[in-house]
DNA sequence: GCAAAAGTGTTTCCTGTACACCCATGC
DNA sequence: GCATGGGTGTACAGGAAACACTTTTGC
């Protein structure tokens, strides 16, 4: 059986932004070859033989658009045999997050297109990469509800109303401001940064806060489960 | 680079079994071959060109144990390099849950030889399968909170104290009885089966219920979300 | 002073939790 | 009748949800 086997396999990632000004974006970049030459897909591609999987994710992003994700965790494997033309190709499908600060493309000399696109806007996209954004942002549901994945899509230093706005786009539905700022205080998350924020484009200038992580060890360690947002 | 990949896939599963009495076992088999010869290991083994994942577990779960597994997902897919003397093995893990009714193994004439193990009492194991089985557990611990797992590790009539049990063993506290059960009423779960638990060892006999699948769906259609355990 | 967004407190209701007694059966 | 596990109700506390007015800034 092994000898026979002739399976390939490509560690790819959805990777995502966010801002309350442009919602939720998914990284994309430009097939220049076939199959679905032209289309949008996800960046990522064949794992080395001797690469772990997250290396080559890392490599791949890196390599095709200059990014470097702050979070990157491994989501679901691919599998169906007919989702590749080419044959056999499994995709060992990976979510990685980004801060707005830090999601500057910088394209290479090479010939690859990229590009932040809105995840409520795709283009056509290569193979089924639409199925795994969404499984992406299903993903994203689950995890978002007990663990401070939230966090990595924001800067370090945050207004309260990115939290919440961040949290609304996720779980598509309006939140009580003051509701949710109790709830993130009364956890203790959120510690007060000398700063507020410069230059609203309106209105009074927001506090910024940072994540506390350590607090939030402490509260996973002594619990067991955090219930962040219900 | 696609040339030059030899990455071989594995898709193995955690099979699961639970009973108030024996706590919740692992199903296991004795490696005949190298490496790792005469270890105990995870059911699974080589993916078909052709084969989806889950087809490919049902088969070599079929083969070696005679076992028919009423629910598989995958779970995560582990890929360090050194995992595998043999050279580079992805191995796509499942998480497979039988209800103890339906748990006997059938052994084949191979040379082959499973057998159920307490989790907390495992044998030495092969590669990193006792690290998938960690796994395992831990993504038990993260779904029965909100998906009907549960109910694929008991009987199709069961008692409400054995689905309870199974929340002491997976979450490894102690859970009053009385807010079970009301719990569990109050989201309309539990139908009612005419029947009684038959012959119980002592006591007085428990009312058997079934698991209300369709409620289940109604709920989690409307509120998105079902907090099942906390 | 007006528009825009940020900050804040109280009441109500519901849900989680703690807790103890009676019931049905086998022996 | 006794041992064993099953079934049930109440009272309290804490968290979730609903809700409106004041503050700070830019223009």
Redesign the pocket.
């Known amino acids: 059986m092994p000898v026979h086997q002739h399976i390939r396999v490509t560690a790819d990632a959805v990777v995502l932004r966010f801002s309350s000004k442009e919602g939720m974006m998914v990284l994309l970049s430009k097939r220049s070859i076939p199959p679905h030459i032209f289309k949008w897909g996800l960046p990522g591609g064949f794992v080395h033989n001797d690469e772990p999987l997250e290396d080559a994710v890392h490599r791949e992003i890196r390599d095709e658009t200059g990014l470097k994700v702050n979070y990157l965790e491994q989501m679901r494997t691919w599998g169906h045999p007919e989702r590749d033309p080419r044959g056999r190709i499994l995709c060992v499908a990976h979510l990685g997050l980004v801060k707005p600060s830090t999601s500057k493309l910088i394209l290479g000399a090479g010939n690859k297109e990229a590009r932040w696109y809105s995840v409520k806007e795709l283009p056509a996209t290569a193979f089924d990469h639409a199925d795994v954004i969404a499984g992406a942002i299903e993903h994203l549901r689950t995890r978002l509800r007990s663990e401070p994945l939230a966090f990595e899509l924001l800067d370090p230093k945050f ?4 939290l919440e706005k961040l949290y609304e786009w996720v779980y598509n539905r309006q939140i ?4 949710f ?3 993130m ?2 956890l203790g998350l959120l510690s007060v940064q000398q700063e ?2 410069k ?10 806060y940072s994540f506390n992580r350590q607090k939030f060890q402490e509260l996973k360690q002594k619990n067991g489960y955090i ?1 962040i947002f ?1």
């Open positions: 207004p309260v109303s990115e009580d401001r003051r509701n700022q109790k709830k205080h009364s507020k924020l230059h609203p484009l309106q209105g009074r200038p927001a506090q910024l219930e219900s």
